[in-house]
């Protein structure tokens, strides 16, 4: 069973940064482009980041382009978000989620709607992050 389970969140002030982790269990996280998402109170689950398996592909949403960068180390099973220059509206539970590249190969590759959360699972407990002065 594919289990991601994600740490790394925290409470920082506006313009701090915070790296996440997402480390993957029960398959190898190669076999997955991995996710992340998140969710603020009372709003819809929205995706940040996208890494292809090998991490030569990425995709992120305007709302984070330029702040956010996600990197990936096979070896260890483990998937980091990189969050610069936070913002108040950075504030939520953020989550990784698997998407399977044999289910959704355009996707896997980080291309078309590749954020399209109905297609991702596996999701994990999710980590809080606050940003507030």
């Known amino acids: 069973q594919l289990k991601l389970v994600e740490s790394g969140g925290g409470l920082v002030q506006p313009g701090g940064s915070l790296t996440l982790s997402c480390v993957v269990s029960?398959?190898?996280?190669?076999?997955?482009?991995i996710g992340w998402f998140r969710q603020a109170p009372g709003k819809e689950r929205e995706g940040v980041s996208c890494?292809?398996?090998?991490?030569?592909?990425?995709y992120f949403p305007d709302s984070v382009k330029g702040r956010f960068t996600t990197s990936r180390d096979n070896a260890e099973n483990s998937v980091y978000l990189q969050m610069n220059n936070l913002k108040p509206e950075d504030t939520g539970t953020y989550y990784c989620?698997?998407?399977?590249?044999?289910?959704?190969?355009?996707?896997?590759?980080?291309?078309?709607?590749?954020?399209?959360?109905?297609?991702?699972?596996?999701w994990g407990q999710g980590t809080q992050v606050t940003v507030s002065s």
């Open positions: 890494i292809s398996q090998s991490g030569g592909a990425t």
């Open positions: 029960g398959f190898p996280s190669k076999n997955y482009a």
């Open positions: 989620g698997a998407l399977d590249p044999f289910v959704h190969r355009v996707q896997a590759q980080c291309r078309g709607t590749p954020l399209y959360v109905p297609l991702w699972g596996s």
